[in-house]
């Protein structure tokens, strides 16, 4: 069945560091991959999205590119700010016969420190 | 803000007790899909409503049932709470029709403690 495995959290990082997610993912047919982002007390928002492969996602500063040959979606970002604080879910949806539903990584909680 | 309204944001009840999520969709999309969010469980697809119909079910207790009605909106009952059912469910929208692969829009949630 469809899957999605990201890397274990929780990531601490300085201001104004690189950040890596890992996610790699298991699907029938060609998913649509997505990257969502929790704020604390909050609920899940649109990060970036890739619906296709090579595509690349980029938001905010955030970038994550489509590799169907790995089956990976890793997240990216140059410079991470304190307001970067929060945990980031990857995700995705096959559409088809699971009729769009999404499935998500168990999350990575990010933290950073000024 | 997403356009999907989720009430109430808190709930907190006893154990054997019946409780009503609502949500409301953002204007325009048919489908609505309810979420729970727990630590060892992480987030798990509950079930999908297409335009009034169920489409899709996932991991939901045969204690959980939902329904959406003509004006779009959805209600997700669960009944004999018990301790475990203590998580945050959430309720997404989708402007793609059923089968579709385009992202979903998240309310905000509800916070259920079962005590």
């Known amino acids: 069945g469809d899957s999605v495995t990201q890397m274990e959290g929780p990531v601490t990082l300085s201001e104004e560091a690189f950040l890596t997610i890992n996610c790699t993912y298991t699907?029938?047919?060609?998913?649509?991959l997505f990257w969502y982002v929790q704020y604390p007390g909050e609920g899940l928002q649109l990060l970036l999205k890739?619906?296709?492969?090579?595509d690349k996602g980029s938001n905010k500063g955030f970038e994550a590119t489509y590799r169907k040959e790995t089956t990976s979606f890793h997240l990216e970002k140059g410079s991470v700010q304190v307001s970067d604080s929060a945990v980031y879910f990857c995700a995705l949806s096959s559409g088809g016969s699971t009729l769009g539903r999404l499935y998500f990584g168990r999350g990575t909680q990010l933290t950073v420190w000024p | 803000d997403s356009g999907v309204t989720q009430t109430p944001k808190h709930l907190i009840t006893a154990t054997g007790q019946r409780v009503t999520l609502r949500c409301s969709p953002r204007s325009g999309d048919l489908s609505v899909y309810w979420y729970q969010q727990s630590l060892d469980q992480g987030l798990q697809f509950l079930i999908q409503?297409?335009?009034?119909?169920?489409?899709a079910k996932g991991n939901i207790l045969e204690r959980f049932s939902a329904q959406q009605f003509p004006d779009l909106h959805s209600e997700l009952n669960l009944s004999s709470l018990e301790l475990g059912d203590s998580a945050l469910y959430f309720c997404a929208s989708s402007v793609a029709p059923a089968g579709g692969k385009g992202e979903q829009f998240f309310g905000p949630g509800t916070r259920l403690t079962v005590l």
């Open positions: 699907a029938t047919g060609y998913p649509s």
């Open positions: 409503y297409y335009n009034g119909e169920e489409r």
């Open positions: 890739a619906t296709k492969a090579d």
